[in-house]
């Protein structure tokens, strides 16, 4: 499966990068996330549950990041296993830019999946990578203006230009790269 | 007792109701799975989740630690204390080296090959402790590229170290250079290129496999879904767990459909027997349909080049044929054997084709290993030869009724150019019958009603035939078989009348308890209620080969017949005796044995208790009781033919298929039960439709994953793809069994896919189509329809 995109994010790029790379912030933001805890150096370890139509299952793996090019540019290096109900892995690259009042978030990814999310879940997983990032996006826009209530925008309603995260790398990897499809 | 006076017997041809239907339709059926142990325990498999990995560590300490986990057996657990699961055929390649055979563990060493390929069993003591478990087990692997394209296999990486290509082996029949020497004379030449897609077969009951083991006198037995429990029987003694078959009894109860999926010795079976000898405990396992898709044999796979000289009138001169087939990651029992002698000795086809040269590369892929499915090789050669059959005729201006009257075998025996000799058959008269039933005479009025519509209306024939009543055992060792292909049957006349067979064939939905019950009450004279059939226990049965191959009725029915003459033989002596009269006066006929001109005479029955009381018995010449055992080998195989037609209705702006006729017209010699025989004709062809028009296994080109691994995404037929079968015979008696049968059980499979795809693209010939691979689902039959526009 190969997913691209961008997203508007609200706060600046240095605020983004930081917050991409902060554990708390992606296990708040990640749907699903039990626990990230750093690994090593650019490394984590991650525990997320999923449920991709008939298989519901605890994913465990490692995430690595790689050509980092701070508050620019990284690769995230995926890897998800959920036993019997199979394993996700792929890789995203994410890059920064500032655009309008914030950010622009870029990603590019590509993931496969194996085992029985591939046998039964396949047709579903391009749906549910698609919520899983949308999620995300919500979360990590939601979180944003938590810790920085000034960019509220004035009509809340609108809740306008959700951020857009190397993350969504991340959801995607994470979250989209476990359920991915395997196209 | 020959076919010509077995036929007039009362029952034959009769469609005695299925004996068998009271219990299946009232749910009382004893399948494997209905099979409850005392002291039972569950086993469930860790299976691989990558198509092409080396394992690096399976860890089973956290999945220890789960509730009612009692052990988790691994590679390590087996490796060098159990054989691998054997190929029953050896094939001999082109250059005369042994087919590259590749050791087949029951559970994954050091490398995965497929996904779905098991890696590690878990017992626990229930089902459900047990599949929590398997969730807890940590696989490590180190995934390697796969290998799913037959066309890129001899570059990939290697999946087994003997086959360093990936090719199995390079095999070849018939006269290369009397084929080439044809061509060079041929006035016109046909070509084409041809996929038949992967199947996965779907019995309705999932396999499934319990295993007890007593410790006291060290005698396992196994339940499983089998079509041939002694097979099972015999290569897991000898080859596997090298253990003497009197400490292996194998039963296979009730089976709810087989296709060929279930003549291979699978590692599930394996796995149980091995999991109950090292705990002493019984262990069951049953498939969850998810399973089944990954992990029963698959079917077809086929990517083949043909092409057909002709001289000018359109006769053949030659044809040359090459395919690249599938075998998947492993061997399966007949998986060599398939693509091979059940395939390419039957593209002659029903023609005269002096000359024949067909070659065959077989690949190892990562995908499921590739097995028979119902008709085996031979529907893979009926689709080659009747869609090139039907293009020489397109390509030549003749219709698909004159390109085949033109080239028909009319004179029987024929020796084809590869290795068959047919025996009886008349296959114009079959073309006739067909012609006639799907009233072709009217076909161009139907066709411009349709097109009236805005439909494309189209016709298309398939004149197949197949090769059944495997088999003769002096052939098949010939060509690669490492057992023989005979069969046997037992014939126990019990003190007070009723009769109990008990035949080494197996029925899993064929009928046979019917059938064979015929051929008893028939011949004896018996009530068929007071016929008991007896199949699929090792402990009980003499010996037996089981069910594939459309054999059960020609070589098990043969045995029955067999041994039905020596209950005859002795019962006219028992006769004499009390009649006192001589032996050659005693005639036997329904149910009486009568001295000949005269009314002394004496019932089966009271013969049958003067056999088990012989206190009036010739014991100085004769031994006490009625109980007869034969063994039957055929001198040939059996040759079904026949024609179908098929008429399609497609709607160009869908590219919906919709079958509005089809016609079969089948040769299966003598017949005893038609109701039984039009059944396996309407499945047969069902399944053909199936394979035509929906069904397609397929494997991600990237990732070796499996795309049609449940029922949303591979299409199985439906009641709604299909319209009533118009269905004729025509009876040529076979020569080589006693009831002159031909076997009926692969035949709609075999004939039906072609006639679908010649009708296909018949109706799509005046938009510009020129081709389409099966499935023609309407994605397919779109695109085609917008290609030839473009």
Redesign the interface.
């Known amino acids: 499966m190969d997913m691209q995109g961008s997203r508007q994010l609200v706060v600046q790029q240095q605020e983004a990068w930081e917050a991409l790379n902060d554990p708390a912030v992606l296990k708040l933001c990640v749907p699903g996330c039990k626990s990230i805890d750093p690994d090593g150096e650019n490394a984590y370890k991650f525990v997320t549950g999923l449920k991709i139509g008939p298989v519901d299952a605890t994913f465990k793996g490692t995430i690595k990041l790689s050509d980092i090019n701070p508050p620019n540019s990284y690769t995230i290096n995926f890897d998800g296993n959920g036993g019997a109900a199979g394993y996700g892995k792929g890789t995203a690259q994410v890059t920064l830019a500032p655009k309008d009042s914030g950010c622009e978030l870029t990603y590019t990814a590509h993931a496969t999946v194996g085992g029985r999310m591939a046998q039964v879940g396949q047709r579903l997983v391009d749906g549910v990578a698609k919520q899983m990032l949308e999620l995300f996006f919500k979360r990590f826009n939601d979180e944003m203006l938590r810790r920085h209530p000034e960019l509220a925008p004035k009509d809340a309603s609108k809740g306008g230009g959700i951020p857009k995260w190397v993350w969504i790398v991340v959801a995607a990897a994470v979250v989209a790269g476990i359920i991915v499809a395997t196209r | 007792m020959g076919a010509n006076e077995f036929v007039n017997k009362p029952h034959i041809g009769e469609s005695v109701r299925r004996v068998e239907d009271a219990r299946f339709i009232t749910g009382q059926g004893n399948y494997v799975d209905d099979i409850v142990e005392a002291g039972q325990k569950y086993a469930a498999f860790?299976?691989s989740?990558?198509p092409h990995a080396r394992l690096t560590g399976v860890d089973t300490s956290a999945a220890e630690e789960m509730p009612g986990v009692i052990r988790i057996f691994t590679g390590k657990d087996i490796a060098g204390k159990c054989g691998g699961l054997p190929a029953g055929w050896m094939i001999v390649q082109v250059d005369g080296a042994p087919m590259k055979e590749p050791q087949r563990p029951f559970l994954a060493i050091d490398k995965v090959r497929y996904?779905g390929e098991p890696v590690a069993m878990v017992v626990a003591d229930t089902k459900e402790q047990a599949q929590n478990a398997?969730?807890?087990?940590?696989v490590d692997y180190d995934p390697l590229d796969p290998v799913i394209d037959v066309h890129k296999a001899a570059n990939g990486p290697a999946l087994h170290a003997e086959a360093p290509d990936n090719r199995c082996y390079k095999w070849g029949i018939g006269d290369k250079a009397g084929v080439d020497a044809a061509f060079t004379k041929a006035a016109h030449i046909t070509k084409i290129d041809l996929i038949n897609n992967r199947m996965i077969p779907n019995a309705m009951e999932p396999r499934a496999a319990n295993a007890t083991f007593s410790r006291a006198t060290g005698e396992s037995t196994l339940y499983t879904t089998s079509q041939n429990p002694h097979l099972v029987r015999l290569l897991m003694c000898a080859n596997i767990l090298q253990i003497p078959e009197t400490k292996l009894r194998v039963v296979a109860p009730d089976v709810g459909g087989g296709f060929g999926s279930k003549i291979n010795v699978y590692p599930e079976d394996v796995g149980v027997v091995w999991a109950s000898r090292a705990l002493n405990c019984p262990v069951k396992w049953t498939a969850e349909r998810?399973e089944s898709?990954?992990s029963d044999t698959h079917g077809r796979d086929h990517h083949t080049h043909a092409e057909m000289a002709m001289d000018k009138d359109g006769h053949f001169l030659a044809l040359r044929v090459h395919s690249d087939v599938n075998l998947g990651a492993y061997l399966a029992t007949f998986g060599p054997a398939v693509p091979t002698y059940m395939y390419a000795t039957l593209l002659a086809g029903q023609y005269k084709t002096p000359q024949l040269y067909a070659e065959v590369d077989a690949w190892f892929t990562n995908t499921a290993p590739v097995d028979a499915y119902r008709g085996a090789g031979r529907p893979e050669a009926s689709y080659v030869v009747e869609r090139i059959v039907t293009r020489c005729g397109w390509e030549l201006g003749l219709s698909q009724d004159e390109i085949r009257r033109r080239n028909f075998i009319t004179e029987y025996p024929y020796q084809t150019p590869v290795a068959m000799q047919y025996d009886t058959g008349d296959w114009p008269k079959c073309l006739d019958e067909a012609n006639k039933l799907a009233e072709v005479d009217s076909f161009d009025q139907r066709r411009k009603a349709s097109e009236a519509k805005g439909l494309r209306r189209g016709i298309g024939y398939s004149s197949y035939v197949e090769a059944c009543g495997m088999g003769p055992s002096r052939i098949v060792g010939q060509l690669g078989a490492r057992a023989g292909l005979y069969e046997s049957g037992e014939v126990r006349v019990n003190p007070t009348g009723s009769v109990t067979v008990f035949t080494g064939t197996h029925s899993h939905g064929q009928g046979h308890e019917t059938a064979f019950a015929q051929l008893v009450a028939a011949r004896l004279g018996v009530a068929i209620e007071n016929v008991e059939v007896v199949h699929g226990d090792t402990n009980r049965i003499p010996f037996g080969m089981g069910t594939y191959g459309s054999r059960s009725l020609a070589v098990g029915g043969g045995a029955i017949m067999k041994a039905l003459d020596k209950i005859e033989e002795k019962a006219k002596k028992i006769a004499a005796h009390l009649l006192e009269a001589s032996d050659a006066d005693i005639e036997f006929e329904n149910g009486q044995l009568t001295v000949k001109g005269t009314d002394k005479k004496i019932s089966f029955g009271e013969v049958a208790l003067a056999a088990y009381v012989p206190h009036n018995y010739p014991l100085e010449k004769l031994e006490p009781g009625l109980d007869e055992t034969a063994f039957f080998d055929p001198p040939n195989f059996t040759f079904p033919g026949g024609t179908y037609i098929c008429e399609v209705e497609i709607d160009p702006a869908t590219g919906v298929v919709t079958i509005d006729r089809f016609t079969c017209v089948d040769d299966f010699g003598v017949i005893v039960n038609p109701m039984l025989v039009d059944g396996q004709v309407h499945g047969g062809v069902m399944q053909g439709i199936g394979q035509a028009l929906l069904e397609e296994g397929v494997y991600?080109q990237?990732?070796g994953?499996?795309?049609t691994?449940?029922f949303?995404?591979y299409t199985m037929p439906r009641a709604i793809n299909l319209p009533n079968f118009r269905i004729g015979t025509v009876c040529t008696p076979c020569t080589s069994n006693p009831i002159g049968s031909k076997g009926a059980g692969e035949a709609g499979a075999i004939g039906a896919p072609p006639a679908v795809i010649n009708a296909v693209l018949d109706a799509l010939k005046p938009l510009g189509v020129n081709d389409i691979d099966m499935p023609a689902t309407p994605f397919h039959v779109w695109t085609a329809i917008h290609n030839a526009k473009a």
């Open positions: 860790v299976r989740t990558y996904v398997i969730e807890s087990v940590m998810s898709f990954l991600d990237e990732t994953q499996l795309l691994g449940s949303m995404d």
